[in-house]
């Protein structure tokens, strides 16, 4: 069986190098275990002002998280808010004219003079 090179020239069988142009496979029972400390190699390479930026970031997160969920239920809590607010909107409006009326009528009172009662001697 003839062999070729990349640019398609023929080559001699017996300059032909087989095992070369593979790479060597191994069995798995041979590859090193990976540990646990590949995992932790990553951390080992970081200085400390990099470790202390990413958990300032973490803790920001955390942080705006929370927040959106507290907006998102007190949110959810006004809603029903605005609708008892119009509803005592309502009875208020009649309160305050109601009471507007009692100062008038009390005012025209004040203003108009009251007869004397007779005195019994």
Known sequence: MPFFDKKGNMIDADKVNLDGDFP?????DELPKIKGKKLFSLMGKMSSTSMVLASVVVALLIVVVVLALKINSLS???????????QLETPQTKYDKLEARVRKLEEAAKRKPRPVAASKK
């Open 24 to 28: 060597k496979l191994e069995d798995l």
């Open 76 to 86: 959810k809590e006004v809603t029903p808010l605005s609708k008892e607010n119009k």
